[in-house]
């Protein structure tokens, strides 16, 4: 099953193989839509561009979980390996905390600085990591969601999207088009994985098996990259000194920095090392 939002404020579930639709909820939210979650067979979430949650249950056709605790649009969403506790990422720079479970609202972080763009589970689900509008990264851990523990701020213009490879490294998609590995406690950026130059990047996706990651920017194009080699890195606690403003190491072939100086340009964007971040676990 494929589920989408829409601006028009509609929910469509459709048949993937067919194209057929099976479900429609046509004023699903006050405001237009901005993303969606599947949860499990039957439970999947909404959030809008009002800061409204909503948690809908197929076998009733109705939400379950009605909430409206952050200000500004949900920007992206993430359930724990149980479907119990989901987590919401705003506009207002907050992380909604939500239990599915018991159909209730539990906490909000306090503010970050900028718009919380993404968020994923990290480290066997005791780590939280929030990309934002910044370029920083924050972290939480799964039991102390009022505060951040740590953030790591990359020479990056924001972190726009953010998917995780392994349980310690995450592809971040930025508005200078680069997509980034890096590697959460220790906080390392890795390197370069590839680019739409110029192009800001709108979306990560890992495919089943994670040996590709997939990437879409405004230039309209959907382009594809081998990542199988990021999960067999080791990232050491100890830093190296390198060159302050150095360009990104390149860890395909295809990426910026690898064979020919093509991507010269972006270097000037680009640094290897964490601007801040503690690396205490």
């Given at each position: 099953?494929?589920?989408?939002?829409?601006?028009?404020?509609?929910?469509?579930?459709?048949?993937?193989?067919?194209?057929?639709?099976?479900?429609?909820?046509?004023?699903?939210?006050?405001?237009?839509?901005?993303?969606?979650?599947?949860?499990?067979?039957?439970?999947?979430?909404?959030?809008?561009?009002?800061?409204?949650?909503?948690?809908?249950?197929?076998?009733?056709?109705?939400?379950?979980?009605?909430?409206?605790?952050?200000?500004?649009?949900?920007?992206?969403?993430?359930?724990?390996g149980n479907g119990k506790i989901l987590l919401t990422a705003s506009g207002d720079g907050t992380l909604g905390v939500f239990n599915v479970k018991r159909r209730r609202f539990e906490l909000l972080s306090e503010p970050q600085n900028g718009d919380l763009t993404s968020v994923v589970l990290l480290k066997r689900g005791k780590k939280v990591a929030c990309g934002s509008s910044e370029g920083t990264i924050y972290l939480f851990n799964w039991d102390g969601f009022g505060a951040a523990s740590d953030r790591f701020a990359l020479r990056a213009?924001?972190?726009?999207?953010?998917?995780?490879?392994?349980?310690?490294?995450?592809?971040?998609?930025?508005?200078?088009?680069?997509?980034?590995?890096?590697?959460?406690?220790?906080?390392?950026?890795?390197?370069?994985?590839?680019?739409?130059?110029?192009?800001?990047?709108?979306?990560?996706?890992?495919?089943?098996?994670?040996?590709?990651?997939?990437?879409?920017?405004?230039?309209?194009?959907?382009?594809?990259?081998?990542?199988?080699?990021?999960?067999?890195?080791?990232?050491?606690?100890?830093?190296?000194?390198?060159?302050?403003?150095?360009?990104?190491?390149?860890?395909?072939?295809?990426?910026?920095?690898?064979?020919?100086?093509?991507?010269?340009?972006?270097?000037?964007?680009?640094?290897?090392?964490?601007?801040?971040?503690?690396?205490?676990?």
């Amino acid at each position: 099953e494929l589920f989408t939002v829409s601006k028009d404020k509609s929910v469509h579930v459709l048949t993937v193989e067919e194209g057929r639709l099976e479900t429609r909820f046509p004023k699903a939210h006050s405001s237009a839509l901005n993303c969606v979650l599947p949860i499990d067979n039957h439970i999947f979430a909404t959030g809008d561009d009002g800061g409204a949650l909503k948690v809908w249950d197929l076998r009733k056709g109705d939400a379950i979980l009605e909430a409206r605790q952050q200000e500004e649009y949900i920007s992206a969403m993430a359930v724990d390996g149980n479907g119990k506790i989901l987590l919401t990422a705003s506009g207002d720079g907050t992380l909604g905390v939500f239990n599915v479970k018991r159909r209730r609202f539990e906490l909000l972080s306090e503010p970050q600085n900028g718009d919380l763009t993404s968020v994923v589970l990290l480290k066997r689900g005791k780590k939280v990591a929030c990309g934002s509008s910044e370029g920083t990264i924050y972290l939480f851990n799964w039991d102390g969601f009022g505060a951040a523990s740590d953030r790591f701020a990359l020479r990056a213009e924001s972190v726009d999207c953010m998917v995780p490879i392994t349980d310690s490294i995450v592809c971040v998609g930025s508005l200078d088009g680069v997509i980034r590995a890096v590697n959460v406690l220790p906080n390392r950026v890795l390197g370069c994985v590839g680019q739409h130059l110029g192009e800001p990047v709108e979306q990560l996706a890992v495919a089943p098996g994670g040996q590709l990651l997939a990437s879409c920017a405004h230039d309209q194009k959907v382009k594809f990259w081998d990542v199988s080699a990021l999960r067999g890195l080791v990232v050491d606690d100890y830093r190296k000194k390198k060159k302050k403003g150095g360009p990104l190491r390149a860890l395909s072939s295809k990426a910026a920095g690898s064979g020919e100086d093509f991507f010269a340009d972006l270097r000037d964007e680009a640094e290897p090392e964490a601007a801040a971040g503690s690396d205490s676990d």
